[in-house]
Structure formats: C-alpha cells, structure tokens
C-alpha cells in the first residue's frame, strides 16, 4: 500500500493548510535566526525548541490528510495544542546531537579532534535523517523514548531514500527560496510534510506486511 496519491491529491485539495503550514513553519524558522544568525550550536538548539513543535503540528495534520484524508486548518491548529510538547521531545534529541557536532567542528583544530567530530557528525546525520520518520511515529503512532528511535533509524536502514528525498525536497526549495524568491519558502513546508508522512506510512505499512 503507497499513500503517496494522497500525498499528491492533497496538494490541490488542502491548499490553505499548506499555506498555513508554511507561515507557521517560516516564522518559527526566521524567530530563530533572527535570534541566532548562521549555524551554530546555539541555532540548532532553538531550532529544536521553536520549530520542532510547529513541525510536530503539522506533521500530525499531514498524517490526517494522507491516512483518513481529513485534515485542514482548524485541526493543525488543535494540533499546535496537542502535539507541542510531543514535537519538543522529538526535536531535542537530533538538536542536541547536531548541537554537539557543531561545537566540536568550532573546537577542531587538529586530528585529536578527528574522532569526536567523526563521531557527532555521523549521529547527527542519522538522527537527522531518522526524524523524517520520528515525528509521523510519535505524533501520530504513539511511539516514546528508545521504541520511537529504534523504529525510526530501523526504516532508516530499510528505506534511506524516503528521508533523503524529504530532506533533497526542502533543500531545493531551500535554494529556490533564496535564489529565485522568497515566496516558494512558504510553499515548501507543506508539501515536505505531505511527502514526509506519505513515505513514513508507506513504509511503516510495508514492515507490516
């Protein structure tokens, strides 16, 4: 079973969820660097902090959408209730990782640091990448603590292409956004979303099986 058709029906029929989704997701990110400019550990702590909650929100709408097809406005905003400590919890874990490989890159200055740093960086990249599925898990499965994180980097390592095309999607429309117009970095959260929670049930379907 792919829920990616309703991934794509709903990019039409859930237009103003997806502008919404987007407004709340890019004013969370801008509070963040307007508050710490560049990459730092510091940005990527308030990122977790600030944004994780949002994203949980609409994650948990998008999940709605692909899985019952019902979804819209009024629901994400409930769901900035219901799922914000959720997404906080999620948030922290890759924030603090990638936090931590961030300060280590600044202290780099030799081979002593090689280990560390190799080590921080590898976390914090499958963290990353496993919390394209975490969030779908916790918010809308229910799953907490070393069970979440354990499914999580698990489909990881048995679909790696779902989150590395969440993340290929945010980031050319990353650069799009700053590039070509401002305005597509509003249209992005949404959709990254929608593909986010199509691919995590997709899979989470197909371990099933």
């Known amino acids: 079973m792919t829920y990616l ?3 794509f ?13 987007g407004v709340l997701v890019c004013t969370a990110s801008a509070l963040v660097l307007f508050l710490s400019p560049g990459m730092s550990p ?5 990122g977790a ?3 994780a909650p949002v ?12 899985r019952d097809d019902r979804g819209g406005v009024p629901e994400l905003v409930r769901n900035l209730r219901k799922h914000a400590l959720a997404g906080l919890a999620v948030g922290l874990v890759p924030g603090v990782v990638v936090a931590v490989g961030l ?10 640091y090689a280990v560390p740093l190799a080590l921080s960086g590898c976390a ?3 963290l990353v990448l496993a919390s394209c599925y975490a969030f779908s898990l916790r918010v809308t499965a229910g799953l907490r603590g070393k069970q979440l994180w354990f499914t999580a980097l698990y489909l990881v390592a048995r679909a790696p292409l779902v989150p590395l095309g969440v993340l290929a999607l945010a980031l050319v429309a990353l650069l799009l956004g700053t590039s070509v117009t401002a305005s597509l970095l509003l249209l992005a959260p949404g959709p990254v979303a929608l593909f986010a929670s199509a ?3 997709t899979e989470k379907h197909a371990l099933h099986r």
């Open 49 to 51: 902090i600030v944004v």
């Open 103 to 112: 300060f280590n890159w600044q202290l780099y200055s030799g081979p002593v």
């Open 55 to 66: 994203w949980a929100a609409v994650v948990a709408t998008t999940d709605a959408v692909v």
């Open 124 to 126: 914090s990249v499958l």
């Open 9 to 21: 029906k709903a990019l039409w029929h859930q237009l103003p969820l997806l502008a919404t989704s």
């Open 5 to 7: 058709p309703a991934a």
């Open 199 to 201: 691919g995590t049930w």
């Open 42 to 46: 510091v940005t990527a702590l308030l």
